[in-house]
């Protein structure tokens, strides 16, 4: 593994409040000076991204810097624009006296839990996708860890349910074959190649049309776990905090990741105290965070990590950022020349 | 009997011989067929019974394909009337 941005899609992680956002901020704008085309995506319900940036960004692709453009998606409009599809075609096949019914039904499914959660995840395969066209890196500034977890292995579940819809259209479809074999009795059928229906189109156009909507999900699913699964391709970068919560959180993150097969590229550890901050308060405080810091360096050990210190002053504009980025960037060079080395003989 | 009546008779008693053998099979296949038809109308209108399903966001894109069926369904189930308090069909 060369460069983190040989990479196309990077994923930044970790507990609420850990400093995910900065991150992924301070290592868009360092890709976008190397050149690299970057889209940063916000995927927190609660988006800070513009706040960072001090840009009004929202859910379209705003410019930030040179290079570097940035969105918050808004899964509820998201999902709001799913719905709204349902509806049409669901319009035109009902008499309008039942299009007061539709809309109350398709309401109460924009409400029911997942459907904004699968809206967003269906906004990041498609990014993940299509926007390699555009952009030559994706930094997806990800939720707090379960949220992320839970959006990364959806792919995976889904393509087991669309698997098994397909599955049992297929054995529809089968019995339906065996019927025509007995002479199948075509009047009793509808378009469906149901039996019991009233209709006598064509049976297959309908199958046909489910089987399609099936296939396009499946291939949607399939290919999202794909990228996601691929470390040619993505990156995950955790975030975390040299306190006992976020240690205990970022591990059990990364077994999940692990058994997703989600390629993880290392660790930054944020807000360290810096060498020169005195007193005794803080002088006990750097003890304790020196028995953390110890254990994330044995827990974590085959990880690339990053260090970071704790600022004087807020995280703040392009400045500050870049000075983040390159800290950043120098510490993973770093990391790889020793890891170099010490393979060397 | 000339020979086009004879050989009419003779494919109708085929067609009977036939029937006599294929019409159970053809019974037990369509039930099988209509159990499996069923169960997938399940699948994607269960969201709407209030039976939790975790692609409710993408059957809900299969419900229009299906929805001239939903009559039939839900009144072979058992139902006389639509089982959905907000989704009247009949």
Redesign the interface.
Known sequence: MDHLFDRRIIFVGGKGGVGKTTTAGALALMAGEAGRSTLLVSTDPAHSLGDVFDIRVGNKETPLAPNLAGLEIDPEAEAERHIATVKMSMKSLVAPKMYGEIDRQLELARHSPGTVEAALLERMADLMSDAKSRFDLLIFDTAPSGHTIRLLSLPEVLSAWSDGMLGQRDRSRRLGELLSVFGRDHSREDEFGMIGGSKEEADDSRDGRIQDILLTRRRKFHRARALLTDPAVTAFLMVLTAERLPILETRKTLDLLAKFDVPVAGMIVNRLLPPEADGGFLQERRAQEQEYRDEIDRTFAHLQRVYLNLLSHDVHGVETLLEIGRAILRQLGQAREDLGAAEAP | MKWPDFKKKLSDWGYLA??VY?AP??GA??R???D??D??ML?IFS??MGV?N?????T??????????FH?WHT?MGMEHSP?D????C
């Open positions: 036939s029937e294929h099979y053809r296949v369509a099988a067929k209509r499996q038809d169960l997938f699948l969201e709407m939790p975790p692609a409710a966001y993408y809900l894109e299969l419900q229009p394909v299906l929805l001239e069926r039939e072979r959905l907000d989704f009247k069909c």
